[in-house]
């Protein structure tokens, strides 16, 4: 199994951005699937999620500027992230739950993470 994650980068408050994560060794579409982000000194922050069924959740913090989504033909885990704060800052990792849903501390693998960083 294998979850790389890209589409960080530095961007100004109020940008846009796009993260992927291409898996490899498992279908994302009969797993519960979540973007989890760590911002320096802060713990863990589940930010979204998404389950086999397609049903979709997230963070009070983000709801309405971010949204996650699959391409199960390519299998990737996408989440676009629209009107970046600057308390959006972290390093972002997708993660595979062990089952087909999305439930907090069971997730099995965790991706290397892409940095994102919203600074003028």
């Known amino acids: 199994v294998q979850l790389q994650a890209s589409g960080g980068g530095l961007v100004q408050p109020g940008g846009s951005l796009r993260l992927s994560c291409a898996a490899s060794?498992?279908?994302?579409?009969?797993?519960?699937m979540s973007w989890v982000r760590q911002a320096p000194g802060k713990g863990p922050e589940r930010v979204s999620g998404?389950?086999?069924?397609?049903?979709?959740t997230y963070a009070d913090s983000v709801k309405g500027r971010f949204t996650i989504s699959r391409d199960n033909a390519k299998n990737t885990l996408n989440l676009q992230i629209n009107s970046l704060k600057p308390e959006d800052t972290a390093v972002y990792y997708c993660?595979?739950?062990?089952?087909?849903?999305?439930?907090?501390?069971?997730?099995?693998?965790w991706g290397q993470g892409t940095q994102v960083t919203v600074s003028s």
């Open positions: 060794g498992f279908v994302i579409s009969s797993y519960g």
């Open positions: 993660t595979k739950d062990r089952s087909n849903s999305v439930v907090a501390g069971n997730d099995e693998y």
């Open positions: 998404i389950n086999s069924a397609g049903v979709t």
